[in-house]
Antibody
Framework: EVQLVESGGGLVKPGGSLRLSCAASGFTFSSYSMNWVRQAPGKGLEWVSSISSSSSYIYYADSVKGRFTISRDNAKNSLYLQMNSLRAEDTAVYYC???????????????????WGKGTTVTVSS | SYVLTQPPSVSVAPGQTARITCGGN??????VHWYQQKPGQAPVLVVY???DRPSGIPERFSGSNSGNTATLTISRVEAGDEADYYC???????????FGGGTKLTVL
């Protein structure tokens, strides 16, 4: 069974740090790009960051650029999100999601997320 | 950055057809994906690339995309379809994945 399991969430003070993990199983993790997506309480989904299968390409939302770092360890089938300088507005459920691409003649024309974890909750509060 | 606009809510009676729209500038030139999220659960992909369905998703879920509007259509709506629905596209200019604000589907 294809599965993603997040961990590492918790309560942290503003300005603090937290490292999230996502353990993948049931598929060849090293073949897929991955995403982090978050959802603030009562709000919609917000894409946070993505990383290519070999870590060559990394992207961040403007709201977290310079504070968050995405990484992966293909030998451990794991995805990570290092979150520094946390703010109250970073409070959210954080999901990891597998990234799928549609290509035509080798050119990517779309990206979507076909498998999601259950999420881990991050609360930033004093 | 690219913006996707969804109505906050849509209501429909059981057995009827629900249509949830997603507006964006020339969205018809992009591939649109739809996710269903029930309370307390993770999102689930229900339609990708405008109109394709992942395995296990009922044929009652379909999608279309043209001009400035993409539409998720749910036929023969059931109580179990009550959820939040989000559209998503890839903004190739920034390589960002963009979500709409979400639409709450209420089954009357």
């Amino acid at each position: 069974e294809v599965q993603l399991v997040e961990s590492g969430g918790g309560l942290v003070k503003p300005g603090g740090s937290l490292r999230l993990s996502c353990a993948a199983s049931g598929f060849t993790f090293s073949s897929y790009s991955m995403n982090w997506v978050r959802q603030a309480p009562g709000k919609g989904l917000e894409w946070v960051s993505s990383i290519s299968s070999s870590s060559s390409y990394i992207y961040y939302a403007d709201s977290v650029k310079g504070r968050f770092t995405i990484s992966r360890d293909n030998a451990k089938n794991s995805l990570y999100l290092q979150m520094n300088s946390l703010r109250a507005e970073d409070t959210a459920v954080y999901y990891c999601a597998r990234k799928c691409a549609r290509t035509i003649f080798g050119v990517v024309i779309s990206y979507y997320m076909d498998v999601w974890g259950k999420g881990t909750t991050v609360t930033v509060s004093s | 950055s690219y913006v996707l606009t969804q109505p906050p809510s849509v209501s429909v009676a059981p057995g009827q057809t629900a249509r949830i729209t997603c507006g964006g500038n020339n969205i018809g030139s992009k591939s649109v994906h739809w996710y269903q999220q029930k309370p307390g659960q993770a999102p689930v992909l229900v339609v990708y690339d405008d109109s394709d369905r992942p395995s296990g998703i009922p044929e009652r879920f379909s999608g279309s995309n043209s001009g400035n509007t993409a539409t998720l259509t749910i036929s023969r709506v059931e109580a179990g379809d009550e959820a939040d629905y989000y559209c998503q596209v890839w903004d190739s200019s920034s390589d960002h994945k963009v979500f709409g604000g979400g639409t709450k589907l209420t089954v009357l």
